[in-house]
């Protein structure tokens, strides 16, 4: 009986042992499939902060370029407006300076027209005097004509 008992002891003991070995086994399958893992994870965390950088950069870039672009446009429409009102206060000028001009001009005209005008009159003026004074050199004319007439009769001065 003792035989037996020792002997199913042995028996149970190698059962044991193989059933102690398998779980080692498994035990050591579980760990390097968790340090797989690990090693996995860490990994994956490296590319993801690896992707997360390449993003941020981008992102970085693209603000960048952004606000380049919002500084070149402001830069721009301040180039355009200080042209534009360059051109406007010419335009302005050119403007003051054709009615100056035109103001010149008109005044010539007038002043010359002023004079022609007074020229005509004082023309008129003369030749209605030279007018009147051939006009009573007429009259006197006919009349001293006339006493001559008187003091000498001729016949063909009746016919008058």
């Keep these: 009986a003792t035989t037996d008992t020792l002997e199913n002891l042995k028996t149970e003991l190698a059962a044991e042992r193989a059933k102690c070995k398998a779980l080692q086994e498994e035990v050591d ?27 941020m950069k981008k992102m970085a870039d693209i603000q960048k370029q952004k606000e380049e672009f919002m500084i070149q446009a402001e830069q721009e429409e301040e180039f355009l407006t ?8 010419q335009i ?40 009147e004074n051939q006009t009573i050199e007429l009259e006197d004319a006919k009349n001293q004509l ?9 016949p063909r001065t009746n016919n008058n």
């Excluded at 579980?30 to 996995?40: D, F, G, M, P, Y």
């Excluded at 200080?82 to 206060?89: A, G, I, M, Y």
């Design 146 to 154: 006339k006493q001559v007439n008187k003091q000498n009769p001729s």
């Design 29 to 55: 399958k579980l760990k390097a499939t968790n340090t797989s893992l690990r090693e996995n994870f860490v990994v994956n965390e490296r590319e993801e902060e690896f992707i997360t950088n390449k993003l």
């Design 82 to 89: 200080n042209t534009l009102q360059k051109k406007l206060l």
């Design 92 to 131: 302005k000028k050119e403007k003051v300076d054709l009615e100056n001009q035109l103001e010149q001009e008109e005044e010539f005209i007038v002043n010359k027209l002023q004079k022609q005008v007074t020229s005509l009159i004082q023309e008129k003026l003369l030749l209605e005097q030279r007018l």
